[in-house]
């Protein structure tokens, strides 16, 4: 089940919120636990079988940690049993058949594929647990002792398929005490339609352009560059609509996640980037990783090791695939030049340079990351400096309206609308336009169909 679909919209949000603020504040996260399961196995119900043997093993490995001594042999056993479990079953499901496909090139062998089909949402929800049970470890939380409020934290609807990724710090007061009415109701209904008009609106009609552009032979350098801008829209609102109306869910309930988005084509470096995109990730990263590692505390050259180390496992984390891990690598080599000496050259730029070469990386970046394997960036990026112009290519795949979305995209991904906010709307005004976009956006989902987000597959 997805937040852009009739069922989510018309049956299963309604019911969820009726039985939850009319029924007792005892039963509250006993229905939103069985309302979670719900939606995960709406889709493939064979899968709640391992999110709740996590939600289990979790559980008890947990209450050990927090019983055994601090800094013992036993809580470090623990530990390294809760990691090996977790992180293994994500292996296992997301990037055995990599291992054998990679094995099976390097050494000319002939393994078979186990074809094993990905679990939606487990890069995430694995990754919730685990910032749990280390966090237990290091005393910083208290372990659960309520296996349905610990299950609620990592089944949670709103944000289980596609984040933000939740710490269970940043929840636990929550889970057993939290406030809500209609106060709460109104504002999460309101940010879940923004979210909602930025999917469906924007985000679902830059697909065909960059479909198109990736999915076919093109031999145009100005539909190549169209392309990979449409993307690159396309993915921002997607998944920032994704975040938006996550959030806003949670705050129907009483729950406030951290924001996960914040103009990243606004950035004057990669660094800059990456601190205002997919920020709950990054924030793990940072927390469970980089600063584990010795973070920028020691020499040079093992802060440069670190970055690279995090942003190869960040590829990673998005997927099975050389190009994720090229991507990765990608960013790290920029994120490195930076702290040697790029950004002091950028900082005497004019700050218009500083944005474009920003965003011309993160535009290559999503080269790598939306093309059909090795073969297919190396061609995409052909075609994007092959100066050949190919006009009747464009007009006949890309129509007024498209290039319409692509301003509107655009304008959007900046903070414009905030400011022209603030300067001259009403916020009676704003509501009313945001209702407006919200009407258009269901009676478009309602006609086109089913649509599912991009992060789903990562």
């Known amino acids: 089940m997805v937040f852009s679909s009739s069922i989510f919209l018309f049956l299963f949000l309604p019911v969820v919120l009726f039985v939850y603020y009319f029924c007792h504040d005892r039963v509250k996260n006993g229905w939103l636990l069985f309302a979670s399961l719900f939606f995960y196995s709406w889709g493939e119900p064979k899968h709640i079988l391992l999110m709740l043997s996590s939600i289990v093993i979790n559980y008890f490995l947990g209450i050990g940690m927090e019983q055994s001594k601090e800094k013992s042999i036993k809580r470090k056993s623990l530990l390294l049993i809760t990691c090996v479990i977790d992180l293994g079953i994500l292996l296992v499901f997301k990037y055995l058949d990599f291992g054998i496909q990679t094995i099976n090139t390097v050494f000319h062998t002939n393994f078979l594929l186990k074809e094993l089909a990905l679990p939606v949402g487990i890069s995430f929800y694995t990754f919730q647990v685990m910032s749990y049970c280390i966090d237990v470890y290091r005393g910083t939380v208290k372990a659960q002792r309520n296996i349905l409020n610990l299950g609620l934290y990592i089944s949670l609807f709103p944000q289980l398929i596609a984040g ?20 709460y109701l109104y504002l999460g209904a309101k940010r879940f339609m923004i979210g909602f008009s930025k999917k469906v609106l924007i985000a679902d009609n830059l697909s065909t352009v960059a479909d198109l552009a990736f999915d076919t032979s093109i031999s145009s350098m100005p539909l190549a ?7 690159s829209l396309q993915i921002y609102y997607d998944f920032s609509g994704y975040s938006d109306m996550a959030i806003g869910l949670g705050k129907m309930f009483g729950f406030d996640f951290m924001e996960n988005f914040n103009y990243p084509y606004c ?7 990456w601190r205002r995109w997919h920020i709950s990730l990054g924030s793990w990263f940072r927390d469970y990783v980089y600063i584990p590692l010795g ?28 190009n994720f891990v090229f991507w990765g690598v990608y960013y790290a080599v920029f994120l490195i030049l930076e702290r040697m000496f790029l950004k002091r050259w950028l ?6 340079f500083q944005h474009f070469y920003a965003v ?8 790598l990351f939306r093309a059909e394997g090795l073969f297919g960036v ?9 100066f050949q112009l190919n006009l ?15 301003i509107v995209g655009i304008f959007g991904s900046m903070p414009l609308l905030d400011k022209m906010k603030e300067r001259f709307l009403k916020e009676w005004f704003w509501e009313i336009v945001i209702f407006i976009f919200f009407i258009l956006a269901v009676l478009t989902m309602v006609s086109r169909g089913f649509s599912p987000f991009l992060y789903f597959r990562f």
């Not at 933000?164 to 106060?183: A, F, H, N, S």
């Not at 970055?307 to 050389?322: I, N, P």
């Open 360 to 367: 011309i990386i993160v535009l290559f970046g999503w080269v």
């Open 267 to 273: 950035s004057s470096s990669i660094q800059e980037f």
């Open 295 to 322: 973070g920028s505390r020691k020499k040079r050259y093992q802060t440069y090791l670190n970055v690279f180390f995090v942003f190869l496992l960040t590829g990673l984390w998005h997927g099975a695939s050389w």
């Open 225 to 231: 560059w169209i392309g990979i801008l449409a993307y």
């Open 347 to 352: 900082l005497k730029l004019p700050v218009f």
């Open 164 to 183: 933000p990724i939740v710490r269970y710090i940043d929840v636990e007061v929550t889970l057993t005490k939290r406030t809500y009415g209609l106060e």
């Open 392 to 406: 009747e290519e464009i007009l006949l795949n890309i129509s007024i309206e498209h290039f319409v979305f692509l």
């Open 378 to 386: 190396a061609s995409y990026f052909k075609t994007m400096f092959c």
